[in-house]
DNA sequence: AATGAATGAGCCTTCATTCAT
DNA sequence: AATGAATGAAGGCTCATTCAT
């Protein structure tokens, strides 16, 4: 049967509540009672939808990197050119829905997590290697194979750094600043043509 | 008085006990009893050692960090040149006593434990100073402060970028590669002047 | 929401168990899982509806105030004469449901309790006020303010140490002594008019 | 061997800390580490000299008895008629050594303790078995003898009374207040030859 | 659908006690 | 004599989870 719509709008107030809670604590250590009380919901009704503190987490987790990908989506869709589609990866990631003092610590939660939670894991890398991929695509049109590899890897060691310094940032993080980065680095490798 | 070798000893295993643990967990949600076992002595020695949970980490913590700067002293000690003293601290970044899978998660976990806990903030934040400042004052000779800010900043980014990104790599981490990208980021940032 | 019946009957027991547990030991110092295992429940299920032993402790006072101050008052209401009045208050002292070796030692586990709580004092503060006030009010018609205050003052302390002691007999308490001790020093300040 | 006098000094001192530590607390759920400390000697030390914390409470116990023997005694010495006697064993009962907040708080404990200890119940009876056939002598030339064991357990129960009340007393205890009740009982009962 | 009741397991911590020095 | 090291046991409390309603 499908799921009602008071069954999604209370899935998603759980999510919700989940990477508020998760991202205020930085940690996964948190009860599944403070996570349904600010949802609104008993305990039980969390495990009824839910299954377990397991499900909870992955679902989460699925939607965290499923609006980043819409958000990448989103983004090339709109640009032509190979630098377009490099400067829309670059911002999607540091978009306003991601790039939240909150919700970044739950990003980094999520990857502390899958290092030791193999179905997180998976869930992880079927993301990290689409992004692998639309990087080096985009890169390729402004590159040879191997530079184009080394760039993404880069590019995208760029983008985690940044998110992790400016979570820590007592000021907060700065959106413009961490895209200002990112496509200075990119820039320079495009520029000396990876030369190394 | 002074602290008994054997105390320090025992001391040791803790923290050793305890950045394994952490690490492989990925996770503060380790139960001390687990980390006294592993370090060979019972819970309640862990308790009249540390004088708690939170003194555990505070001091597995510290010594990470202290380690860490040491590594960073010895390779300045050795750096004549500005770049030298560049590579030197980069290349202790990833030097071999931190660039371990394991350490390379607890170094992630603390982290994250500093966005929620004003103690472990402010142990990091010294550290994170210091090597702000070495990395500004390698710069200067090379480039005008705001660039030499920027590039620090970048660098500093790069460099964190490149610990998330191989502790998660299933192949493990690898520091040559690690330290290359950092290098290639720099040198890109020399050659162009951080022309932005 | 109101509480459920068997939520009540549940309470009743824990508090009974209490009582009994906290009488025979003659302290505070009992786990709450002794407690809850008599009452027939698990120890979680203890802190779910006492929120802590703290919360146990209290409710279990207040059970044993309320009591007596039921006591107290039913027999001031089938008296009619003052000295009726006084009778009724050192009867209900002595009752049944109080005086029993158990409760006697638990009684005085909360009055040496209240020493050193707050909470424990304020609560037993206003049943001893209460009792007092009665106490004078009974005694006003018979004699003047002064040697009521005292009177009241005198026979407060000839209840509570008959409780004393007779909870240390060895051939346990005997409340028909109690009870003429205690109005053997009522009469004896009535006849004598309290002249000092 | 003999007791050395620093031993006795020790021993002296750790029952002194015992005394405050139980009557503050209101309760023997004092930790030895913290009478040891209070004293000024590691935990092991008041072991090697008690032999356990049992020990150190019996051993306090049969201080506080002793003490308060010698009160009685001392004041017997100086009483020639009956009545002196009376008076005197009521007084030392409310000595400045004894009627100290804390000191009460901790007679209390003990009472309770006696409760259900044995050996305690064992200290305990002594001294009150004592005290009790002190009373009924001075009595005997007063009145007849049914009469004399009334009134000594009357008069044994005020004495008590009055403790607990003061001890609970906001304002702290009042000695002479104390006395005042237990002699203006003493007085009642002589003067109506206990007629009940 | 939704919730309170109920529990076993586990955690952090403290304590009384012993032992080697 | 005196103490720090060391531990097994126990306690208060929380949590994830299940179940009956």
């Not at 999604?8 to 009860?31: H, K, P």
């Not at 969390?46 to 965290?64: N, P, Q, S, V, W």
């Not at 589609?85 to 911002?91: D, E, G, P, Q």
Request: charged share 20%.
């Amino acid at each position: 049967m499908p799921r009602t719509s008071v069954q999604t709008g209370r899935r998603q107030s759980l999510i919700d509540a989940a990477i508020l809670t998760i991202g205020e604590q930085g940690s996964l250590d948190v009860s599944v009672r403070e996570i349904a009380t600010r949802a609104g919901m008993s305990t039980a009704l969390a495990f009824h939808y839910f299954g377990g503190k397991d499900g909870i987490i992955i679902e989460t987790m699925r939607h965290l990197l499923r609006e980043f990908a819409q958000e990448v989506r989103a983004g090339l869709d709109c640009a032509t050119t190979p630098r377009e589609r490099l400067a829309a990866i670059v911002r999607a990631s540091f978009a306003a829905s991601q790039f939240e003092r909150t919700t970044i610590a739950a990003w980094l939660v999520f990857y502390l997590h899958a290092y030791s939670s193999p179905p997180a894991a998976r869930l992880l890398q079927v993301y990290t290697r689409r992004l692998r991929s639309n990087l080096v695509d985009a890169l390729l049109p402004l590159m040879d194979r191997a530079d184009a590899l080394l760039t993404a890897e880069g590019l995208a060691a760029m983008i985690d750094g940044s998110y992790v310094r400016h979570a820590l940032r007592p000021q907060g993080p700065d959106a413009g600043e961490a895209i200002a980065s990112c496509m200075d680095y990119l820039e320079n490798r495009l520029a000396r043509g990876g030369a190394q």
